[in-house]
């Protein structure tokens, strides 16, 4: 298997930029085109002809938990579990804070009757898990990113117990089995939230893709990722039912279940593609966007449509406000997040230094400079 320092210069997937964009336009798809109107009753977000469509853009979720998958365990490698944290943090907080705390504002002057916010919800916010508080989110979207959270736990836990990756295996089939043991009997809350049994097999899938692409070839590897599609397509099909009461839509599982095959399929291929046609610079800003596009297109564009937008005209109002957020996500990558994760990661980096605690063992420090949109 090709080491971490041999290769530097396959540190960019750039299939995933693409991937992910595509995944965050379903999202947006779902949020603007069924839930809105569905889970808020906001008439301003309501495009009903396309909403048989986009209810299955909830999908794009669990690819980002694919992507992640593969992403944390290129990021895991070569890396003590102080460097993994520092990395993960800088990555996510600086713009988390930023993007939050926007829409906390927005929802405050705009939210008027529709929307309310209190300055004790932003400072639970402050700590990503404000359910775990007593407050809401700000947006609901942050349950995703309490999930990514709990996976990064898991991942720095076992680096350093020094089973990851080596035993990534093991750590697999020990999830899964809990995954379905819990599913499938007393189906506990704790144990949905401590062991994300509700999209494991999404970032099983994921951790086994980067094996493959690492240089893996053998029947166990194959034959756990079969596993773990099987039970991703299992997970997703398992939520509809909660899909269905909350939002009185009707789901096909069959599509369902093939919209996770295709997009775990084309999730692989993205990984197998060195280079695209495009400029390397598009390809960047497309991945870069994706997070505070993520954190910022839901509740603050259902808050300007609330207070400011008529119902009529959903459409032409829709389309303006979701240019709008892409645009805000740009700037926000460009001036806000780019910055922000340079300057936390190393100023965590030098204090844990100051404190005796590496960032990279020994072997690996060289590869500290490896670029931040895949191994960051």
Not at 262 to 276: C, W
């Amino acid at each position: 298997m090709p080491k971490p320092n041999d290769r530097s210069n396959q540190s960019r997937v750039p299939g995933l930029d693409l991937l992910r964009l595509v995944a965050v336009a379903a999202v947006v798809f779902y949020h603007y085109g069924f839930w809105g109107p569905a889970s808020h009753g906001v008439p301003q977000v309501a495009l009903p002809y396309l909403a048989s469509y986009a209810q299955y853009g909830f999908l794009g979720v669990p690819i980002f938990f694919t992507i992640s998958g593969f992403v944390i365990a290129y990021s895991a490698e070569g890396r003590t579990p102080v460097g993994f944290a520092i990395a993960r943090f800088s990555r996510i907080y600086p713009t988390f804070v930023f993007c939050m705390t926007l829409t906390f504002a927005t929802i405050l002057l705009l939210g008027g009757t529709n929307f309310e916010v209190s300055f004790a919800q932003w400072l639970a916010n402050l700590f990503v898990a404000a359910p775990a508080l007593g407050q809401s989110y700000v947006d609901t979207s942050y349950w995703s990113l309490v999930i990514e959270i709990v996976f990064y736990a898991w991942v720095a836990t076992f680096l350093a117990l020094g089973l990851f990756p080596r035993r990534i295996d093991a750590i697999i089939l020990v999830w899964l089995g809990i995954t379905f043991a819990n599913e499938l009997t007393i189906d506990a809350p704790i144990f949905e939230k401590l062991f994300i049994a509700d999209d494991s097999g999404f970032f099983a899938v994921g951790l086994l893709i980067y094996e493959h692409y690492r240089g893996r070839r053998d029947l166990k590897l194959y034959s756990i990722l079969a596993l773990s599609v099987g039970t991703s397509v299992f997970q997703a099909i398992h939520k509809l039912e909660h899909l269905g009461v909350h939002t009185g839509g009707a789901f096909d599982a069959r599509i369902v279940a093939a919209i996770c095959l295709v997009s775990i399929a084309v999730t692989f291929l993205a990984t197998r593609i060195r280079r695209l046609p495009l400029p390397a610079g598009f390809v960047l800003a497309v991945g870069g966007i994706t997070y505070p596009l993520y954190l910022l297109h839901m509740q603050m564009g259902y808050t300007i449509l609330a207070g400011v937008a008529p119902v009529r005209n959903a459409e032409l109002w829709t389309t303006a406000i979701v240019s709008g957020a892409v645009i805000l996500a740009w700037a926000t990558w460009r001036f806000v997040e780019r910055p922000g994760h340079r300057w936390t990661k190393d100023s965590m980096t030098a204090f844990a230094a100051k404190l005796g605690w590496r960032s990279h063992p020994k072997a690996t420090v060289a590869n500290e400079s490896t670029p931040a949109s895949t191994r960051s």
